[in-house]
C-alpha cells in the first residue's frame, strides 16, 4: 500500500457573512453611508427639541391674561395675587410653573376658595394660548351671628345657606348703621367656620322681621341687633329704640304675629309705651305684656282680637 507523501494545506475557513465582504482579491468592501437616514435623525431630534422649548421654555404659552367675572365684593387684585402664588417658580428648578399646559384648573380652584371664603363657587377655563377664564359665585353675606355677646373672635357672616363661612370684627358686626342683622346666641355655644347655623326657613324669617314688624306697627324703629336664647329654640328678641322688647317665635307665622301685634298697638290701651319692658308674641292671638314696674296680662284685649281674628 502506497504512502501519498505530498499533504494539501488545510484551508482557512471563512464565515459565509464575511464572504460577501471579500472580494476576490481578498481585500473587504467599503460600506456606503445612508444619508437619508442620517438626516431624518437629525430633523427629527431638531423637530422634537423646538417642541419642547416652544411648549415648556418659550413665552408662547407663559399665562399673560387673567379674566375674573362674577367679583362683585372680592378685589381683582388680590385674586390675582393669589394665583400667581400658584403660577410662581419653576419645577425641578428648570420649567416654568407659568404655563398654560402645566396649570391644573383644580388646583387654581381649590386654591380661589381656600384663600377667599366669600367664594361659594369658582371655576377655572384654559384659554389657548395664554389666557386663563375664573368664573366666581360669591356668598350672599346675610347676617351677622355672634355667640354670647358682640365681641372679638365671637362673631361670624352667615351666607343665604345658613353656613357661618367666616369670622367677622365684632365692631363690623355691632354696627347698628350695617345694612346687616345681628343675632346674638345668648347660650354662648360653640361656633366654626363652615357650620351650618340656621335652615334657609329660619333665615328667611329672620331677615323679614325688620320689613314687616316697622315702623307702622310698633311706631318706633327696631334695632338690627336681635337675640336669641339659642339658634334651636325659634324665639328671637327684638329691641326697639325706645328700649322695649318684642318677643317673637319662628314657630308661628311672622304673618300672623304681625297681625296680632298691629291689633294690640292699635288698641293704645298704654299711653306710654316707654313704660313696656317687653311685648311677648309668642303664643297664637295672644299678647302678653310687661311694665316696667308690674307684670300683667291684659285680658280685655286679648278678648278682643280674638273677637277680631275670628273675622
Known amino acids: 500500500m502506497g504512502i501519498n507523501i505530498f499533504r494539501k494545506k488545510n484551508k482557512r475557513l471563512v464565515p459565509w457573512r464575511n464572504c460577501q465582504e471579500i472580494s476576490k482579491s481578498g481585500?473587504?468592501?467599503v460600506q456606503k453611508i445612508n444619508y437619508p437616514k442620517i438626516i431624518y435623525y437629525i430633523l427629527f431630534s431638531v423637530f422634537i427639541i423646538t417642541t419642547v422649548y416652544i411648549f415648556f421654555f418659550?413665552?408662547?404659552?407663559?399665562?399673560?391674561?387673567?379674566?375674573?367675572?362674577?367679583?362683585?365684593?372680592l378685589d381683582y387684585g388680590n385674586i390675582v395675587e393669589s394665583l400667581n402664588s400658584m403660577l410662581a417658580g419653576k419645577y425641578l428648578g428648570i420649567v416654568p410653573k407659568n404655563n398654560i399646559l402645566l396649570i391644573s384648573g383644580r388646583k387654581a380652584e381649590k386654591l380661589l376658595a381656600e384663600n377667599f371664603s366669600k367664594i361659594s363657587l369658582v371655576e377655572v377655563r384654559k384659554i389657548f394660548p395664554d389666557e386663563i377664564d375664573i368664573r366666581i359665585v360669591e356668598r350672599k353675606s346675610l347676617l351677622f351671628f355672634c355667640k354670647k355677646e358682640l365681641s372679638d373672635g365671637n362673631c361670624f357672616i352667615v351666607d343665604e345657606n345658613g353656613y357661618a363661612y367666616t369670622k367677622t370684627d365684632a365692631n363690623l358686626a355691632g354696627n347698628k348703621e350695617d345694612n346687616l342683622i345681628s343675632v346674638v346666641d345668648s347660650s354662648g355655644k360653640n361656633v366654626e367656620v363652615g357650620e351650618k347655623i340656621y335652615s334657609r326657613d329660619d333665615i328667611d324669617f329672620i331677615l323679614r322681621i325688620r320689613e314687616k314688624i316697622d315702623n307702622s306697627i310698633t311706631k318706633t324703629a327696631i334695632v338690627p341687633i336681635y337675640t336669641t336664647p339659642s339658634r334651636l329654640s325659634g324665639e328671637f328678641q327684638i329691641i326697639t329704640n325706645e328700649g322695649w322688647k318684642i318677643i317673637i317665635s319662628s314657630e308661628i307665622p311672622l304673618e300672623q304675629t304681625v297681625r296680632v301685634l298691629?291689633?294690640?298697638?292699635?288698641?293704645?290701651?298704654?299711653?306710654?309705651?316707654?313704660?313696656?319692658?317687653?311685648?311677648?308674641?309668642?303664643?297664637?292671638n295672644r299678647i302678653d305684656y310687661k311694665l316696667k314696674e308690674t307684670e300683667k296680662k291684659e285680658d280685655q284685649i286679648n278678648d278682643e282680637m280674638n273677637k277680631e281674628n275670628a273675622h
Not at 387673567?66 to 365684593?73: E, L, Q
Not at 316707654?274 to 303664643?283: F, G, H, I, K, N
Open 262 to 284: 298691629k291689633t294690640f298697638f292699635e288698641k293704645n290701651l298704654i299711653s306710654d309705651r316707654s313704660s313696656l319692658e317687653y311685648v311677648d308674641a309668642r303664643s297664637e
Open 27 to 29: 481585500k473587504k468592501r
Open 58 to 73: 418659550s413665552s408662547l404659552l407663559k399665562i399673560n391674561k387673567i379674566v375674573i367675572d362674577g367679583n362683585d365684593d
